[in-house]
C-alpha cells in the first residue's frame, strides 16, 4: 500500500491510492487534522484532490506523512435519513439474481448504513458504499436514456438515488422525494463526503 502524490497547479495535490477504503483514510486524515489552508477536499473512487490557500501545500504533505492507508481517522460525520418507497421497475430482478424476495431487498437495502464516498456524475450525486453483499449487482445491460429524478438504485458494490433526471444504468428498487440536490442552499448537495446515510421504506 502506498499513494501518490501529483501535483495539480501551484496551490493543489492530487493523491493516488488503490482502493475507496485508503481513499476515505486519506481523505478523514486530512479532515480531521482541520488545516486553516485547506480550501477543497475532493475524494473520488481511488484519488483525493486537496487544494488549499497560496504555500499551504506543505501542511497538507505532512499530514498525508502520516496517514496510515490501513486504518481511518475517526472524524464526525452526520447521519441522513432518507426515505423510499420501494415500487422501483427492477426490484423484482435484484431480488430474483440475489435469490430472495422482493421485502428481503426492501430489508437488506433498509438495514445497513452507508456511507458516502464520492460525489460525482451528476450535481448531488453520491455514491455510497456499505451496500449488502446480495443487492451487489451490476448495471443493466441496457442502460435507460432517461432515469427520474429521486430513483434509487443499485450497481456494483454502491447503492445512490439520482437528484434529478439523467440517463443512467443502475438497477432501480424505489423512489425518493428527499431533496438531493438545491443550487438555493448550502452546501447545495443533500450527501456530503464522509456522511452516514440510512433508507427508511415509507409506503
Do not use: N
Request: net charge negative; proline share 8%.
Amino acid at each position: 500500500m502506498f499513494m501518490r502524490l501529483r501535483r495539480c497547479g501551484t496551490d493543489a495535490v492530487l493523491v493516488e491510492v488503490d482502493s475507496l477504503g485508503e481513499v476515505e483514510a486519506v481523505r478523514a486524515a486530512v479532515r480531521a487534522a482541520d488545516l486553516p489552508d485547506v480550501v477543497e477536499l475532493v475524494p473520488a473512487a481511488r484519488t483525493v484532490l486537496i487544494s488549499t490557500r497560496p504555500g499551504g501545500l506543505s501542511s497538507v504533505r505532512r499530514v498525508l506523512d502520516t496517514v496510515d492507508l490501513e486504518h481511518r481517522v475517526e472524524v464526525e460525520s452526520r447521519e441522513v435519513l432518507i426515505p423510499v418507497i420501494y415500487d422501483g421497475p427492477d426490484l423484482e430482478l435484484v431480488a430474483e439474481t440475489a435469490g430472495i424476495d422482493v421485502d428481503e431487498v426492501v430489508r437488506l437495502h433498509t438495514s445497513a448504513t452507508y456511507s458516502v464516498a464520492f460525489c460525482g456524475f451528476a450535481p448531488g450525486f453520491a455514491y455510497l458504499v456499505g451496500l449488502p453483499k446480495a443487492l451487489q449487482q451490476p448495471r443493466l445491460d441496457s442502460p435507460r436514456t432517461k432515469v427520474p429524478a429521486g430513483s434509487v438504485g443499485v450497481a456494483g458494490e454502491y447503492t445512490a438515488a439520482y437528484p434529478r433526471a439523467t440517463p443512467g444504468g443502475w438497477r432501480l428498487i424505489g423512489r425518493t422525494d428527499a431533496p438531493l440536490f438545491d443550487p438555493r442552499r448550502d452546501p447545495a448537495a443533500l450527501l456530503q463526503p464522509g456522511d452516514r446515510v440510512r433508507f427508511e421504506a415509507t409506503a
